[in-house]
């Protein structure tokens, strides 16, 4: 990674500890999970790891291993080997043995005609009694006739050519490179393995694979944004400026703040003025300070402050204002302001262009109106809001004697006595199959069927359906305006005489009403 300063900084991923990879070490991760490796290998025939083009593996005897070769499928002849190696697997008389002190390097590379594991050819080595007594004339043999290209024979063999410099012919060595620590004991099993260099051409690939958490997407262009300036001119020797800088880019970037378009009647040394260098990293904010050591001769004027790279290009500028004796601000998205001049410094939206230019991106942003809300205020909002459901709970009880009342007419009227003063008379049935009927009452002066008897409606259905949705809304009002007639207005009730067809339900020659209503039979005093 690399610092503000511009060094690089390493960081240590494994704890200071040397990672291994391999065939035997294919896979590593460290402890905290943050690096994955694998090592990965292009397979490759068995016959390019055999000696000389054959392959071995190993069987055990007495004092010497043998390691017998096994078939390879080559298009060539194939000669087979075998692998003799001292067996240092005993401990005792190990010194007696010089033939162990070399180790791998002097292991025995033999032809597969030169050694015998059952003892009955003579010449070879593996030699047993049994060769020597079966061999012809063995009296008449000269001494040592049977007992040719054994080890120690192979052995001294190759020594005495390599001590007049020559190469040998048996040993291991000759055959290939061997590693440092050539066998390599299993700590499960205690089975050892002979390694060798593989010399050929060997393809391996290292997958590694890192905490990505803290890694940024990197873009070529840099980008700076020119957010704050701040012009202090009260000395009228000295201007300082101070400029801050954003590096809105995801790489660090090298940065200089640089006066730029001054008016003509100004010292040169204004179009001269210009930051050192800077290293601002990615996502940060350096301030710059600039000072003109000038008189101006202008009271109030404008110049141009630019943000340019290493290469002198421009990235972003903005106009700012210089008032002698004064300090002028230039914020954000607003244009310069003077704390003299404009008092209290209100926010002049910047042009679009201009906004842009100073390295802003997207739509100039607009002010929020944020709006306060006071205790009185969200009461009423809370009584609105238990009014609102009142309301609701009460229109879905009506709803529900609507319904109700389609099929249960006295479900359907009942209440209306004091809301439309029923009952009264009507002029025809609301039902359209008795409407032509004369309209006939029962005892309680409701209208009732001609025929059967029973209750009908006084109301239209559309009327009831209607009226009923809003009943438990209308109901209470209707029931506190009837307590206020009667106890505000008037206690008694004038009599009523009744006459025929004058439109009141008539009993007894006085008018009257429904029994067990809130209105009560009105009678005459004598």
Known sequence: MQENEGSNKWKDLTNKRPVYMGTEIPRYTNEPNTIAMNYVSRKISESSFALNGRNLSSTARSRCTLIKARPVSLSSPILFLRLMMPDDSHSTGISMYPELKAGPPEY???????????????????????????????????????????????????????????????????????????????????????????????????????????????????????????IESTNGKRTNIIAKVFNNALISGVYIVAMAECPLDMPASFGNIASKPVLIGPQKVHTFHLEVDCPLTNIDFYCTLQVLNTDSQLLSYRRIRIRSGDRCI????????????????????????????????????????????????????????????????????????????????????????????????????????????????????????????????????????????????????????TIIKRFFFSTQFPDVECKENSGCPCKGGKQVQRKNSSMQRKRSRY
């Open 108 to 230: 025995l590379v033999v032809k597969d005609n030169q050694i015998q594991s059952n003892g009955k050819t003579c010449n070879v080595a593996g030699v047993g009694y049994e060769a020597f007594a079966k061999q012809p004339n063995k009296c008449a043999s000269p001494k040592g006739s049977c007992l040719e290209n054994q080890p120690l024979n192979l052995l001294k063999h190759d020594h005495d050519l390599e001590a007049v410099g020559k190469k040998g012919s048996y040993f291991l060595k000759y055959f290939g490179l061997l590693p440092l620590n050539a066998i390599v004991t299993s700590a499960t099993t205690q089975n050892k393995t002979l390694r060798m260099y593989y010399d050929d051409n060997y393809i391996s690939m290292l997958d590694v694979e890192l905490n990505a958490d803290e890694n940024v997407m990197l873009r070529r262009n840099f980008l700076a944004i020119l957010t704050e300036v701040y």
């Open 330 to 481: 230039c914020m954000w998205y607003c244009r310069c302001a003077c704390l003299l001049d404009d008092g209290a410094l209100k926010c002049n939206h910047l042009p679009t262009e201009s906004y842009l230019a100073a390295g802003f991106q997207g739509g100039m942003p607009l002010p929020i109106h944020v709006v306060q809300y006071t205790f009185i205020d969200d009461m009423i909002a809370m009584m609105f809001l238990v009014l609102l459901f009142v309301c609701i709970i009460l229109l879905s009880m009506g709803l529900v004697k609507a319904l109700v009342g389609l099929a249960v007419i006295s479900v359907s009227e009942w209440g209306f006595d004091i809301i439309y003063g029923l009952p009264k008379r009507i002029q025809k049935y609301n039902e359209k199959h008795i409407r032509e009927r004369s309209v006939v009452y029962n005892d309680n002066l409701w209208p009732v069927h001609p025929d059967t008897g029973v209750q009908v409606r006084s109301l239209a259905l559309s009327a009831e359906f209607c009226s009923n949705l809003v009943f438990f809304v209308i109901y209470p009002v209707a029931v506190i305006w």
